[in-house]
């Protein structure tokens, strides 16, 4: 399944196959972006991350894809379990100069069992 | 230790009290930063500390005042608040300024 960030911010996946969630970022001097998980009840916790001067970085199950061109960052979940259920922010900012951390409007993921 | 504590889990106050959310992290972090985020939204930076001293203030009504008594920890004195204050108020650390933040579990705050 994939969602298109604001256009679509809940995505409901069947278990065991692949997601992504997209994100349009708004900065052009944005360096660094982040994706982090949100659980119900708790505070955003870091998934993986990637600079400007990458493209593709790959964690355990997940990538997270960045098109500077258009402004645009995916995060690919392989495999999805019960357990990736949550909403899924991406984080921009610079890394010299701007100390702040502008997050996305963020996508819902519901795993189906 | 890669956790960021924050106290009490859950507040409920009047209009009139004031109250302080406690936020603590023993990382050797140097940039510790309040967020508030309400339902169905992405966390809003609210204020960010480097080595202590203020960096920003996003425009907060001055019914929440921060403060950093040492490299550690970081309070939220809050007085006077409105009941749209209602939220969840993140804490968040970072090694350095616009590095990876870690975030506390936050403070669910009710105002009555």
């Known amino acids: 399944g994939e969602s298109v960030g604001l256009h679509l911010p809940t995505l409901s996946v069947q278990e065991g196959d692949n997601s992504i969630i997209n994100c349009a970022y708004s900065?052009?001097?944005?360096?660094?972006f982040i994706w982090y998980k949100q659980e119900s009840g708790k505070g955003p916790q870091f998934i993986i991350d990637?600079?400007?001067?990458?493209d593709k970085r790959q964690g355990q199950r997940v990538t997270v894809l960045l098109n500077k061109t258009v402004k645009h960052l995916s995060l690919q979940i392989a495999a999805t379990q019960p357990g990736d259920s949550a909403v899924y922010f991406c984080a921009e900012t610079a890394l010299f100069g701007n100390e702040k951390l502008t997050f996305g409007t963020g996508t819902r993921l519901t795993i189906i069992p | 230790d890669t956790e960021v504590t924050q106290t009490p889990k859950h507040l409920v106050m009047g209009m009139t009290n004031k109250k302080s959310l406690k936020c603590e992290q023993h990382m050797g972090h140097r940039a510790m930063y309040w967020y508030k985020q309400k339902a169905k939204k992405p966390p809003e930076l609210m204020f960010v500390?480097?080595?202590?001293?203020?960096?920003i203030n996003e425009s907060v009504p001055s019914r929440f005042s921060p403060e950093c008594p040492n490299s550690s920890l970081l309070n939220l004195h809050l007085h006077a608040l409105q009941p749209e204050d209602s939220a969840l108020y993140l804490c968040?650390?970072?090694?350095?300024?616009?590095?990876?933040?870690?975030f506390g579990p936050g403070t669910r705050l009710t105002v009555t």
């Open positions: 900065n052009s001097a944005s360096d660094y």
């Open positions: 968040a650390s970072s090694q350095a300024l616009s590095n990876e933040q870690y």
């Open positions: 500390y480097s080595y202590e001293k203020l960096s």
């Open positions: 990637i600079r400007s001067n990458m």
